[in-house]
């Protein structure tokens, strides 16, 4: 096990840790009872649902929390962290490792951005029909709000992505409790009815769910794609590892969140079966009346919650995206001056909420969300599932047999659910299907793309060990300053340098290249951030590295040089880009569409000056064509 993830295991258990799991990582599952259990009795609804069906249906939903959450998530996924560090893109990274062949690292790359794809998703249809099914309660209340949901939703969620820029920070102290009181009361309202219909915890036992399969066959494999449900934002577990360590977030689950997740299934289960006309809001009818407008207002600050987890992770999953090289760089804002994790990209929020928005608009009801949300998840599942396989094989050493008696039945379980939820693309499903292919699509262009540029480079460019030895014949003046040349080629000589010679007939009397290295790990240690090699005289390489969850800061690092030796007065440098003009080489490497698509990712990427942090006023740049 790693160092850092066994610190994390050290964590001490307080109530502020326990509160703020709950909080951000338990939203997304905490608030699937609003709609998971309506949706899937709905399926056998029209000629009125019978007793044994009602159990049936609430036994697949437990033990999909049981198989899906419990096992393959809190017991197995959760082992394989990247330096503590968790989700589908540091998974990917894992399995790139333990991949044998280029070839091999290809596709579990393509597997990665299909996840994160995915997710993206996800990240979308999560806040539509989560603060859709809890608004709706309004209605339970009284049919006269039934006209006021959509508007209403609308407001909500516009107002949750217009407060993003101020940061995760200042709204997480109140996220916790809220999620806290949110468990416990609808714990307490599944338990009440429960002890009225005692006999509804018949469920319990798996031959409940199996002989409902066994009775319906193609119509319950159709259900299984509203069961799953009940098991979205799973894949928070996983994903927020690194803010919390395993053990809390196991701690939280098994302990409070899944015992009043099941009760309040249980409960509403209870309610139908004593009442079927309930299937209306089986979850909001739990409660008295007196405490169902309390309740809608308590459902909505808990959806917000979650939205607010799940934009954050859309947030987190696009800059691991850029530092994986997969998009353009992006705008990225700090919202914290003490945490690295807490960050707002504002090209990111804008699409969130157009999407948002857009599905509301034209859904309008949390019921028909429900066919658009489960593809999503259930695609993420299939891929973590995929990647666990290969890592837990091959880095932690598990035999043939043993990684196919565990992952073989996850993975089928997994497939199910997805399948499942492939006969809804007609009425929905289609929606993240479409977004995570045009993601899919942008993500490969890019990656192929940058492939082709650097091997254009590689293959145009001097390399640094000739420049270096020819240098001293040249006679070339150099002038005083600093000169720092950024390259992605570190044995290269970077084209603004070779341009800059060619016009200005100079160099400065110190000279530095530097080269932004992207690791597969979270974050990279002080100890190895910075790499120093002198060339010749008062010409030095410099590699900085960066991990994926880490935003690169070239003046600040560079001035740290001091360290190693190498003066750097930032008052006098000047640091030299190079501006790529892409043009159709004669034997083209990529088709002219997506040529076009790429150049046009390029040229909206955030300038290398503002992700870096450099200067605008210290910046040269230098024009280049580049054939591809």
Same mark, same amino acid.
């Given at each position: 096990?790693?160092?850092?993830?066994?610190?994390?295991?050290?964590?001490d258990?307080?109530?502020?840790?326990?509160?703020?799991?709950?909080?951000?990582?338990?939203g997304?599952?905490?608030?699937?009872?609003?709609?998971?259990?309506?949706?899937?009795?709905?399926?056998?609804?029209?000629?009125?649902?019978?007793?044994?069906?009602?159990?049936?249906?609430?036994?697949?939903?437990?033990?999909?929390?049981i198989?899906?959450?419990?096992?393959?998530?809190?017991?197995?996924?959760?082992?394989a962290?990247?330096?503590?560090?968790?989700?589908?893109?540091?998974?990917?990274?894992?399995?790139?490792?333990?991949?044998?062949?280029?070839?091999?690292?290809?596709?579990v790359?393509?597997?990665?951005?299909?996840?994160?794809?995915?997710?993206?998703?996800?990240?979308?249809?999560?806040?539509?029909?989560?603060?859709?099914?809890?608004?709706?309660?309004?209605?339970?209340?009284?049919?006269?709000?039934e006209?006021?949901?959509?508007?209403?939703?609308?407001?909500i969620?516009?107002?949750?992505?217009?407060?993003?820029?101020r940061?995760?920070?200042?709204?997480?102290?109140i996220?916790?409790?809220?999620?806290?009181?949110?468990f416990?009361?609808?714990?307490?309202l599944?338990?009440?009815?429960?002890?009225?219909?005692?006999?509804?915890?018949?469920?319990?036992?798996?031959?409940?769910?199996?002989?409902?399969?066994?009775?319906?066959?193609?119509?319950?494999?159709?259900?299984?794609?509203?069961?799953?449900?009940?098991?979205?934002?799973?894949?928070?577990?996983?994903?927020?590892?690194?803010?919390?360590?395993?053990?809390?977030?196991?701690?939280?689950?098994?302990?409070?969140?899944?015992?009043?997740? +099941?009760?309040?299934?249980? *409960? %509403?289960?209870? /309610?139908?079966?004593? @009442?079927? &006309?309930? #299937?209306?809001?089986?979850f909001? !009818?739990?409660?008295?009346?007196?405490?169902?407008?309390?309740?809608?207002?308590?459902?909505?600050?808990?959806?917000?919650?979650?939205?607010?987890?799940?934009i954050?992770?859309?947030?987190?999953i696009?800059?691991?995206?850029?530092?994986l090289?997969?998009?353009?760089?992006?705008?990225?804002?700090?919202? +914290?001056?003490?945490?690295? *994790? %807490?960050?707002? /990209?504002?090209q990111? @929020?804008? &699409?969130? #909420?157009?999407?948002?928005?857009? !599905?509301?608009?034209?859904?309008?009801s949390?019921d028909?969300?429900?066919?658009?949300?489960?593809?999503?998840?259930?695609?993420?599942?299939?891929?973590?599932?995929?990647?666990?396989?290969?890592?837990?094989s091959?880095?932690?050493?598990?035999?043939?047999?043993?990684?196919?008696?565990?992952?073989?039945?996850?993975?089928?379980?997994?497939?199910?659910?997805?399948?499942?939820?492939?006969?809804?693309?007609?009425?929905?499903?289609?929606?993240? !299907?479409?977004l995570?292919?045009?993601?899919?699509?942008?993500?490969?262009?890019?990656?192929?793309?940058?492939?082709?540029?650097?091997a254009?480079?590689r293959?145009?460019?001097l390399?640094?060990?000739?420049?270096?030895?020819?240098?001293?014949?040249?006679?070339?003046?150099?002038?005083?300053?600093?000169?720092?040349?950024?390259?992605g080629?570190?044995?290269?000589?970077?084209?603004?340098?070779?341009?800059?010679?060619?016009?200005?007939?100079? !160099?400065?009397?110190?000279?530095?290249?530097?080269?932004?290295?992207?690791?597969?790990?979270?974050?990279?240690?002080?100890?190895?951030?910075?790499e120093?090699?002198?060339?010749?005289?008062?010409?030095?390489?410099?590699?900085?590295r960066?991990?994926?969850q880490?935003?690169?800061?070239?003046?600040?690092?560079?001035?740290?040089?001091?360290?190693?030796?190498?003066?750097f007065?930032?008052?006098?440098?000047?640091y030299?880009?190079?501006?790529?003009?892409?043009?159709?080489?004669?034997?083209?490497?990529?088709?002219?569409?997506?040529?076009?698509?790429?150049?046009?990712?390029?040229?909206?990427?955030?300038?290398?000056?503002?992700?870096f942090?450099?200067?605008?006023?210290?910046?040269?740049?230098?024009?280049?064509?580049?054939?591809?």
């Amino acid at each position: 096990m790693h160092a850092s993830s066994e610190a994390g295991q050290r964590r001490d258990l307080t109530p502020a840790l326990i509160l703020g799991v709950l909080g951000v990582v338990y939203g997304d599952i905490g608030t699937s009872p609003l709609y998971a259990l309506k949706a899937s009795v709905l399926h056998f609804a029209a000629d009125g649902v019978e007793r044994w069906e009602v159990l049936g249906l609430l036994s697949l939903i437990f033990w999909s929390l049981i198989l899906t959450v419990t096992v393959k998530y809190v017991v197995f996924v959760l082992q394989a962290d990247n330096k503590g560090e968790g989700g589908i893109l540091a998974l990917m990274a894992l399995a790139q490792r333990c991949a044998r062949t280029e070839r091999g690292r290809w596709w579990v790359a393509l597997v990665g951005m299909a996840g994160a794809c995915l997710f993206f998703g996800d990240g979308i249809i999560t806040p539509a029909i989560s603060v859709l099914s809890a608004v709706e309660g309004l209605k339970v209340v009284s049919p006269a709000f039934e006209e006021a949901v959509i508007p209403l939703s609308v407001v909500i969620l516009i107002g949750l992505f217009i407060v993003q820029y101020r940061g995760t920070g200042s709204m997480g102290a109140i996220f916790g409790p809220i999620c806290a009181l949110w468990f416990a009361l609808i714990g307490t309202l599944g338990l009440i009815e429960i002890v009225r219909e005692p006999e509804v915890l018949v469920a319990l036992s798996p031959s409940y769910a199996i002989h409902f399969c066994a009775v319906y066959r193609l119509a319950a494999f159709i259900a299984m794609g509203s069961v799953v449900l009940a098991v979205t934002g799973a894949e928070a577990l996983y994903a927020d590892m690194g803010h919390f360590g395993k053990r809390p977030i196991k701690m939280a689950w098994l302990y409070f969140v899944l015992p009043c997740l +099941s009760l309040n299934y249980f *409960g %509403q289960g209870a /309610l139908l079966l004593s @009442n079927p &006309a309930a #299937l209306e809001n089986p979850f909001f !009818l739990l409660a008295p009346e007196w405490l169902r407008l309390p309740l809608v207002i308590l459902a909505t600050a808990a959806t917000i919650i979650a939205s607010q987890a799940m934009i954050s992770g859309a947030y987190s999953i696009a800059r691991q995206c850029v530092q994986l090289g997969f998009c353009p760089r992006l705008e990225v804002r700090h919202t +914290s001056e003490t945490e690295e *994790g %807490q960050i707002y /990209l504002p090209q990111v @929020n804008f &699409a969130l #909420l157009i999407g948002v928005v857009i !599905l509301v608009l034209e859904f309008r009801s949390s019921d028909s969300l429900a066919a658009a949300y489960g593809i999503a998840v259930t695609g993420t599942f299939v891929c973590t599932s995929c990647l666990a396989v290969l890592v837990f094989s091959r880095q932690f050493g598990w035999s043939i047999p043993l990684v196919a008696a565990v992952f073989g039945p996850l993975l089928a379980l997994d497939l199910v659910f997805f399948i499942s939820n492939v006969l809804k693309i007609p009425d929905g499903g289609y929606v993240p !299907l479409v977004l995570g292919g045009i993601l899919m699509l942008l993500m490969n262009t890019w990656y192929r793309g940058r492939q082709l540029l650097f091997a254009r480079f590689r293959q145009d460019s001097l390399p640094l060990k000739s420049f270096l030895a020819r240098l001293p014949q040249s006679r070339t003046i150099r002038v005083p300053g600093i000169a720092v040349f950024m390259t992605g080629q570190a044995d290269y000589v970077p084209g603004a340098l070779l341009h800059n010679l060619k016009h200005n007939k100079v !160099l400065h009397e110190r000279v530095l290249f530097v080269t932004v290295l992207n690791e597969d790990v979270p974050q990279v240690g002080s100890e190895r951030r910075r790499e120093v090699q002198e060339l010749g005289a008062g010409i030095h390489r410099v590699i900085l590295r960066y991990g994926f969850q880490e935003s690169p800061n070239i003046p600040r690092d560079l001035e740290s040089l001091r360290e190693d030796g190498v003066a750097f007065d930032p008052m006098q440098s000047s640091y030299f880009l190079g501006r790529e003009t892409l043009v159709q080489a004669v034997v083209p490497k990529m088709s002219r569409w997506r040529q076009w698509l790429f150049t046009l990712m390029s040229r909206n990427a955030v300038p290398a000056t503002e992700f870096f942090r450099i200067p605008s006023d210290r910046v040269v740049e230098l024009g280049v064509r580049v054939a591809i």
